[in-house]
């Protein structure tokens, strides 16, 4: 008798995670985890309440809880450059934004602290934030700038400049800051988890690999795919998927570690212990 | 802009429809549904209430609402003889049970009917029958006999004879009293779901079929991949996604109305339309 189960894995449900969720269907991956597909916040809960055994987690949350977690090497959701949907949408350039307010169309954790970083840091502003529904027309008329994240945010690349606004790009901005590529969201294994059952952590890790050079070269057909369904032609999303780094080496370490140290100066998040972060090891 | 979202899909985690899922996998299928993964009730009481556009769904549940729903033609959850996992455990013959306590250990609502009808009425039995929990020597000390279903019922099976006791398989039992397969769960459409998107039912449905075939032409690497976590070893699973039958089709939709008519005259469910079931027109 086996009492071995299924690891309880944790996959983002947004288009920014589909290739990565193709590749696990592909490459067949799908049926070794018991999978449960959410938004980022749940699974970031999930996770951290060990109802889950491995998940994307975002960077801050991950920042805020990584003496229990160990980070799963290779994979990641960044960009080295331009993500196109993490962005401040504003009329006046930012360097005008000073006591100006900002809305926060958003609940990613890591998207709205770059956001806050950026303009206290690198352009010295003092603005006031909110919340406010993700709905560019409406944050326009409450605020002078909105950071939008996601969908709203590809769509609003496209739209916006139309209606005279700016779409700046957070990962181009952080790109330019640090020099570095930024990482969004990371994967992570519940400490206990990897300990008690490394061969099927390794067993995971293994599948996400494959799913991941296996996503990579079907990029167009992902995007073919998902075009049927989500509000953007397959031109727009292959551009998209394009533009994310799922990756996670040594530059988007080094990314992660120049975002950690910074928030943590902003005394958003615990320093990452010399060495850190802790990667499962293989 | 293209709002059509993806169709809602339900699918029951269980290992019975483990083949299916390796199929809707393999073959790419899951890119292009919402699924829902759940046990059999879950599905059923979605199914009903709108919140999933497709499931599979218990017989007798579908008999209970044939009104809201179409049923896909080609895939069902059924047996055409031995199911292995839908049993009776007793000590004395069947026969010899008049007068006596039947535990149910399932809330499977088809397999219990079959069971009550056929020892109702090809048995000729006055039985009383009870909730319990799925556990064979628990429930044989407080009854003469016991209903189970699923993981619970295939290793009875194996484990009750070395006990002293007989497990008769409802599948076979149907089969001799009706000469017919028996069907324990069809997959319906909501008949609203099909009228506004009869192209986007037709495109699941084609995906069934293509799982299907694939998942059929591999049972045996499914049951390696499942051995992995299932308490069973491959052989044994093997052996029972061999015995189910995947399929809808003539002899199987002659084994869906005669139960339906013997389930309709003990009051279980409103007699189906004639010329029922209503199959999706593809």
Same mark, same amino acid.
């Not at 980022?40 to 998940?55: F, H, Q, T």
């Not at 390794?202 to 690999?209: E, I, L, R, S, T």
């Given at each position: 008798m086996?009492?071995?189960?299924?690891?309880r894995?944790?996959?983002?449900?947004?288009?920014?995670?589909?290739?990565?969720?193709?590749?696990?269907?592909?490459?067949?991956?799908?049926i070794?985890?018991?999978l449960?597909r959410?938004t980022?916040?749940?699974?970031?809960?999930?996770?951290?309440?060990?109802?889950?055994?491995?998940?994307p987690?975002?960077?801050v949350?991950?920042?805020?809880?990584?003496e229990?977690?160990?980070?799963?090497?290779?994979?990641?959701v960044?960009?080295?450059?331009?993500v196109?949907?993490?962005n401040?949408v504003?009329?006046?350039?930012?360097e005008?934004?000073?006591?100006g307010?900002v809305?926060?169309?958003s609940?990613?954790?890591?998207?709205?602290?770059?956001a806050?970083?950026l303009?206290?840091?690198?352009?010295?502003?003092?603005?006031?934030f909110?919340?406010?529904?993700?709905?560019?027309?409406?944050?326009?008329?409450?605020?002078?700038?909105?950071?939008?994240?996601?969908?709203?945010?590809?769509?609003?690349?496209?739209?916006?400049?139309?209606?005279?606004?700016?779409?700046? /790009?957070?990962?181009?901005?952080? =790109? $330019?800051?640090? #020099? !570095?590529?930024?990482?969004f969201?990371v994967? %992570?294994?519940?400490? @206990?988890?990897?300990?008690?059952?490394p061969?099927?952590?390794?067993?995971?890790?293994?599948?996400?690999?494959r799913?991941?050079?296996?996503?990579?070269s079907?990029?167009?057909a992902?995007?073919e795919s998902a075009a049927?369904?989500?509000?953007?032609?397959?031109?727009?999303?292959?551009?998209?998927?394009?533009?994310? /780094?799922?990756?996670?080496?040594? =530059? $988007?370490?080094? #990314? !992660?570690?120049?975002?950690?140290?910074?928030? %943590?100066?902003?005394? @958003?998040?615990?320093?990452?212990?010399?060495?850190?972060?802790?990667?499962?090891?293989?």
């Open positions: 086996n009492d071995v189960r299924r690891p894995v944790g996959h983002i449900e947004f288009l920014n995670c589909l290739p990565i969720y193709w590749g696990l269907m592909r490459s067949g991956a799908l070794d985890v018991e449960t959410a980022p916040v749940e699974l970031n809960d999930a996770l951290v309440a060990g109802e889950l055994d491995i998940a987690i975002s960077l949350e991950y920042l805020r809880h990584a229990d977690l160990l980070l799963l090497p290779g994979v990641a960044g960009s080295d450059g331009p196109l949907s993490v401040i504003h009329e006046r350039p930012l005008a934004l000073q006591g307010r809305a926060l169309g609940s990613s954790r890591t998207g709205v602290l770059l806050q970083m303009l206290a840091e690198r352009y010295g502003l003092t603005t006031e909110f919340r406010a529904e993700p709905d560019v027309p409406r944050m326009m008329r409450e605020a002078d700038a909105g950071v939008v994240i996601g969908d709203v945010a590809l769509r609003a690349m496209y739209e916006a400049p139309k209606q005279g606004l700016t779409v700046t /790009d957070l990962g181009s901005q952080w =790109r $330019q800051w640090s #020099g !570095l590529p930024m990482v969201a994967w %992570a294994v519940r400490r @206990e988890f990897a300990q008690q059952h061969g099927i952590v390794k067993g995971v890790h293994d599948a996400f690999q799913s991941l050079s296996l996503c990579l079907e990029l167009d992902v995007a049927r369904w989500e509000p953007f032609d397959a031109a727009t999303l292959a551009g998209y998927f394009r533009a994310l /780094d799922f990756s996670l080496g040594e =530059r $988007q370490l080094d #990314g !992660l570690r120049a975002f950690a140290r910074k928030a %943590a100066q902003a005394g @958003e998040v615990p320093p990452l212990p010399a060495g850190g972060p802790e990667l499962f090891q293989i």
